[in-house]
């Protein structure tokens, strides 16, 4: 066994802040984490830990006193994280809480939703004061060297100011593309990124007229200043320092998020959902097929299945069951909706669509338009696979065991497991990723012979720590669990989500 891919440095990249320290602040939301980065030697430090007290964290300032303060988007909250490590909520009513900033000592806040309101919300817990309500999607502010504050807002494409003492807004520049950040230069031109098309944009305040400072991949998060230098951030967890004449430079590499489902297609392309992002893997690096901000998304892809080629059924966070066709012209199809939390999938030989729900306890099959309940009642169920005769064999995560599901019931195949994941059959051969035994596990389903292929793998949650559950990110996202998947080329190659470090394992069997 090896490493297909490197494990990702961050989990995703998304708001940024500049610490009194110099070094750049990083929030992951994915990877419920804050990162301090050191731009001169590149290290990363660990501020805030996934299953610590600060949950999917997406922006973040800093008072005078040093204190740093978070909004924890999936849970209407904002935390403060004093300089000896304690954290306390200053509050959890904030639903969407996202673009932060603290002017004067004075902090403000604002909720990335539909209907979003922007606030001050005065640090001694009391009531927080509305400047103004009904805003589709504000996002990271700042206040202006003209003492007003500036917020750009997604829903409208466009980025506006008021007073913070309050008063009317008034609208600063629009056209935008997904505008989701806002910073100031030394000279008091506005920088934002736009999320949709890539973009670095220098906005003259005064006039609207703008100028491109750097194209780069869509889905740009946030930006800040370090003495000067302007660095931007990737929800794929890039860091890129924008330079003069339209030129770039990379600082940190993106990656997987958390790979969630694998397949691979008939030519025996590798295929990895990762949530935001759908990659494949070709000339032995990964490349983004479709993400959220591409023409026809899938959505947030967790389950997923080859089909054909460059055909797919997966499986969103959002409740729905998709068809995805990638090219020139991609398209993407509804097969069902209205689910909870779907994870894995699969396709029978008579082109029924097999898929688990993991928030009601279901495995449910789709043919025609038509929904049928094979199981009920399961503990938290997350992989599917085929087996012999085309038997449903479904994981339960939550009973440590992979049973099958159909007309005569549900049956045990295999227990004594802790947290099984994704399965694959092979033959007679069940391979199942346990997640909480960290191993890779055989089973023969003619002789019952028990077998563990590889231990310690990278998979699940560290150990001593308790992740706690991220809510999602509507509309864009349900619920986000982990998944680590398991996928097999033609070839007998094994592919699994080490979705603890963010790279795809592959094991070969030897010669």
């Known amino acids: 066994m090896e490493r297909l891919t490197p494990p990702s440095r961050l989990f995703g990249a998304n708001g940024l802040r500049t610490g009194p320290d110099n070094r750049i602040y990083v929030a992951q939301v994915v990877g419920s984490t804050i990162s301090a980065l050191d731009i001169t030697t590149g290290d990363l430090e660990t501020i805030s830990a996934k299953g610590g007290d600060i949950i999917a964290p997406d922006d973040m300032a800093f008072d005078p006193a040093g204190n740093l303060i978070a909004t924890e988007y999936m849970d209407a909250r904002v935390s403060v994280r004093s300089p000896d490590g304690t954290s306390r909520v200053l509050r959890d009513d904030l639903p969407g809480a996202n673009g932060i900033t603290v002017y004067n000592g004075r902090l403000f806040v604002n909720e990335c939703r539909i209907g979003g309101r922007l606030m001050e919300v005065p640090l001694d817990g ?12 504000p996002n990271a502010m700042e206040v202006g060297p003209d003492g007003l504050l500036y917020y750009p807002v997604m829903g409208t494409n466009d980025i506006w100011r008021i007073d913070p003492n309050g008063g009317t807004p008034e609208r600063v520049v629009g056209d935008l593309a997904g505008p989701d950040s806002v910073k100031f230069d030394a000279a008091g031109f506005i920088v934002s990124t736009q999320a949709g098309t890539g973009q670095v944009l220098r906005i003259d305040p005064r006039t609207g007229n703008r100028e491109v400072l750097a194209q780069l991949e869509p889905g740009l998060d946030n930006c800040t200043f370090v003495d000067g230098r302007l660095f931007v951030s990737n929800f794929d967890g890039t860091i890129t320092e924008v330079l003069g004449g339209g030129e770039s430079k990379s600082i940190l590499p993106g990656g997987l998020l958390w790979p969630l489902d694998l397949t691979v297609g008939p030519d025996g392309t590798l295929y990895v959902a990762d949530g935001t ?49 990638h090219g020139t012209e991609p398209e993407t199809g509804l097969i069902a909706d209205g689910f909870d939390q779907l994870y894995g999938i699969a396709v029978a030989s008579d082109g029924s669509v097999v898929a688990v729900d993991a928030g009601t306890g279901r495995a449910i099959s789709v043919r025609g338009g038509q929904t049928e309940v094979l199981a009920s009642g399961l503990q938290r169920p997350i992989g599917v696979a085929l087996g012999p005769d ?20 549900v049956d045990t195949v295999v227990d004594g497991l802790e947290t099984p994941h994704g399965i694959l059959v092979r033959g007679k051969q069940l391979l199942i990723v346990d997640v909480g035994l960290k191993a890779l596990i055989s089973f023969n389903l003619e002789t019952k012979v028990r077998t563990t292929l590889a231990t310690n793998l990278p998979v699940g949650t560290p150990d001593g720590v308790v992740a706690k559950p991220l809510q999602g990110t509507p509309p864009f996202s349900g619920p986000m669990g982990p998944f680590a998947g398991i996928a097999a080329a033609p070839d007998g190659t094994v592919y699994i989500s080490a979705d603890a470090e963010g790279s795809v394992l592959v094991l070969r069997e030897e010669a």
Not at 126 to 137: C, R
């Open 390 to 409: 085309n038997a449903i064999l479904v994981s339960e995560s939550g009973a440590g065991r992979v049973v099958s599901v159909g007309a005569g019931g």
């Open 126 to 137: 009391s009531a927080p004061v509305v400047l103004q309500d009904n805003l589709p999607m």
């Open 277 to 325: 992002y759908f990659h494949e893997f070709r000339d032995g690096k990964l490349s983004v097929v479709a993400s959220l901000f591409s023409l026809n998304s899938p959505g947030y892809v967790r389950g997923v299945v080859a089909t054909g080629v460059n055909e797919f059924v997966g499986t969103t966070s959002t409740g729905q069951i998709v068809t995805y066709k």
